[in-house]
């Protein structure tokens, strides 16, 4: 393996880098985290410098995410909203949506969708 992609950061989360899914937190005793979706390892160490990332790389969010899926939900505040959306990992059309206010506001935002059924998380931009 000579790939050195590394996950993307916004704000506190990471994203692989192959396929954008939201990858979870290191657990403990592990020093790789896995992707669910394409199998990706990202280092734990990714994880040691997130908290002091800011905002210094607007533009660092890879365009391919970007268009990657239009959704038509529009979600108010905090609130989580019951959507039909198609969870990438079971396929499902049941999930919650979240608005995460990650961006500047001219920039869009950040949907994060946790499925209600097998509870992967992903994230879609507006
Ligand atoms: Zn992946
Ligand atoms: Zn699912």
């Known amino acids: 393996m000579s790939s ?16 954008g899914t939201l990858l979870d937190l290191p657990k403990m005793n592990e020093d790789t985290v896995t992707c669910d ?8 160490s990714s994880y040691n410098d997130i908290k002091i990332v800011t905002r210094s790389h607007p533009d660092a969010f890879p365009s391919v995410l970007r268009q990657k899926r239009k959704t038509q939900t529009q979600t108010s505040g905090d609130a989580l909203l019951r959507v039909k959306e198609k969870c990438p990992a079971c396929g499902c059309n049941d999930a919650l949506a ?7 506001a001219d920039e869009g935002s950040t949907i994060l969708y946790t499925c209600a059924e097998c509870k992967h998380r992903w994230t879609v931009n507006n």
């Open 37 to 44: 979706q394409c199998g990706h390892l990202e280092p734990s």
């Open 98 to 104: 979240k608005e995460l206010q990650l961006r500047s």
């Open 4 to 19: 050195s992609a590394r996950a993307h950061k916004i704000g506190s989360l990471l994203f692989c880098p192959h396929c």
